[in-house]
């Protein structure tokens, strides 16, 4: 399973944020740097309204949805490429992750302690990904001396190494990510191989107070905090900014989704900005959901953009990929309109797709195979 790793500066809300995701109070939520030191791992189901949908026209006895993991990662101090506070192991933890999620303090609280004394967001961001970039450098330089002497031996993949850590380093040293160079496709794949933590996709919950939540969710840029972060995402990293309020889910962790609706409609909203997160960080990992619909379940299924219909019917049991023959495919908004397998396919919206058929989301999947 893919995770996405929680990282940011101490205090910023990374801990309540993960129990908000996590449905638990597994990660410790304190006033004091470093309460995290071992990171919490938990399993996170994807929102997905489809899936309630398609239920009720199958009339299903069970609904399952898909999944990621979150990782709620140390807090990360200036220094922490030269091992200042947990440096080492906070560097380490991100190298794990498949994508980083940075939250970014955009409130302001007398009683919760900055790191650095004062609510300055894009400061901590530079922070972060500056240790980040620090980080890959070294590991850069490094690279390049084992790889040197056998690229003027003639090695084609040593040379090729040597080329494309002399042109990130320029980049790097100007202070930019290496997702954020431009390359060529082949480049790019090579990149994968150096591991850069800077080479790691983000995206940023800027994390307000229950009282701007929902001014800053309706229009971001009314909120003076949350408008530089949207911008500084888009601008230095292509990436998204999404606004929670990691306090006002955590509370919500405790009651039922009918007292939930009510305690979020009293606050003007109807999410804390969590579900949100969630669907983004699973697009953000380049994952895909089709379904699956019939009386015994309505189910979701992740996937790869891009994968292939085999490799689709895979998920459900490695022998399908080997064994597919075809696919009947109705897209979910067909399949609402329809109601049923047999309308659909009346109306020609029921498709039959081979083996170089590539799924989309929220495809509506039957799939045919043979022994």
Avoid at 5 to 15: A, D, F
Wanted: glycine residues 8%; negative net charge.
């Amino acid at each position: 399973m893919l995770q996405a790793g929680i990282v940011g500066l101490p205090n910023v809300g990374k801990s309540t944020l993960f129990n908000a995701l996590t449905r638990t109070r597994k990660a410790e939520a304190a006033n004091y740097p470093f309460c995290t030191i071992d990171p919490n791992v938990g399993v996170v189901t994807v929102p997905d309204e489809r899936i309630a949908v398609l239920s009720e026209l199958s009339g299903s006895k069970k609904q399952i949805p898909t999944a990621i993991e979150f990782v709620d990662i140390a807090g990360l101090v200036e220094g922490a490429s030269e091992g200042a506070g947990l440096g080492n192991k906070f560097l380490a933890n991100i190298r794990e992750v498949d994508a980083i999620v940075q939250v970014i303090r955009c409130f302001e609280n007398d009683d919760i302690i900055h790191e650095l004394g004062s609510v300055d967001p894009i400061r901590d961001i530079e922070i972060i990904n500056g240790e980040l970039i620090l980080a890959d450098m070294a590991a850069m330089e490094k690279r390049r001396a084992s790889r040197a002497k056998k690229a003027k031996g003639g090695d084609k993949e040593s040379k090729a190494e040597v080329e494309l850590i002399d042109k990130l380093m320029p980049h790097l040293e100007d202070g930019n990510p290496a997702i954020t160079l431009e390359l060529t496709p082949e480049e790019r794949l090579l990149l994968r191989d150096f591991f850069l933590l800077s080479n790691k996709r983000s995206i940023f919950a800027c994390n307000v107070s229950e009282d701007d939540l929902a001014t800053a969710t309706e229009d971001p840029s009314s909120h003076p905090l949350v408008a530089k972060v949207v911008e500084y995402a888009q601008n230095n990293h292509g990436a998204e900014a999404i606004v929670i309020s990691a306090q006002i889910e955590e509370e919500l962790i405790d009651l039922d989704s009918e007292e939930a609706a009510e305690f979020l409609s009293d606050m003007g909203v109807s999410d804390s900005g969590v579900s949100t997160l969630i669907k983004g960080v699973y697009h953000l990992l380049g994952l895909r959901t089709y379904l699956t619909t019939g009386e015994q379940e309505t189910r979701a299924w992740t996937i790869i953009a891009g994968d292939k219909a085999p490799v689709a019917a895979g998920v459900i049991h490695t022998d399908f990929e080997k064994q597919f023959i075809r696919a009947e495919v109705i897209a979910y908004t067909d399949y609402v309109t329809h109601k049923t397998v047999s309308a659909a396919r009346d109306a020609g919206a029921l498709r039959a797709e081979g083996k170089e058929y590539v799924v989309q989301d929220g495809d509506v999947i039957n799939f045919l195979t043979g022994a």
